[in-house]
């Protein structure tokens, strides 16, 4: 079953379509993924989310109703499209730069990110609490990328308080401090 996954990744990366038999076979066989294990599915999903533009894979396995069936919190539509783009762009603009000799204060240090986890953050960023931490339990999700999830589900509900008119620095700084900087920078990003 997890084939179906590579076949998609696959697609996606090399540019070419899985012809309609294949994908036929690929939607009538879509309970399969069910019975697989959760590490199998963990697995595919990381090397989705590591390819350079995740985002093409998972929507096509959401138009194929398979990503649904890898569980029913995950959904890509066109703000999640979106976000990732974004995602990527900030991802650049804050890659490593040469050293200059006053030194670099760049708001985000990136190359500690692992863009897999920035991307199952995104992805999970307007689920439900409890679908999300459903979906975290069933694949088995790796610790970091668990707490990254959760630290952007509860900055999710911090960011509308940054609105508030007047708020003094020592405030925003008390609202933000509780947070990781790769959570800080999906609430950045998005």
Request: hydrophobic share 40%; no cysteine.
């Amino acid at each position: 079953p997890t084939r179906m996954l590579r076949a998609v990744r696959l697609e996606q990366r090399l540019g070419f379509r899985i012809e309609p038999r294949t994908e036929q076979l690929m939607r009538n066989a879509q309970d399969l993924l069910v019975r697989t294990t959760p590490e199998r599915i963990r697995h595919e999903l990381y090397l989705i989310l590591a390819e350079a533009e995740p985002e093409r894979a998972l929507r096509r396995l959401d138009e194929l109703g398979l990503l649904s069936r890898v569980h029913p919190a995950l959904t890509v539509d066109d703000w999640f499209m979106e976000m990732a783009g974004r995602l990527r762009q900030e991802l650049k603009r804050f890659s490593p730069i040469p050293k200059h000799p006053e030194g670099n204060s760049r708001l985000f240090h990136v190359e500690k990110y692992r863009p897999e986890g920035l991307y199952l953050a995104l992805l999970l960023y307007r689920s439900p609490r409890q679908d999300a931490e459903s979906f975290l339990e069933s694949l088995r999700i790796m610790r970091g990328e668990a707490v990254l999830v959760r630290q952007v589900l509860a900055l999710r509900e911090v960011l509308p308080q940054l609105d508030a008119p007047r708020l003094k620095r020592s405030e925003i700084y008390a609202l933000l401090e509780p947070f990781d900087e790769p959570a800080l920078f999906i609430g950045y990003v998005v």
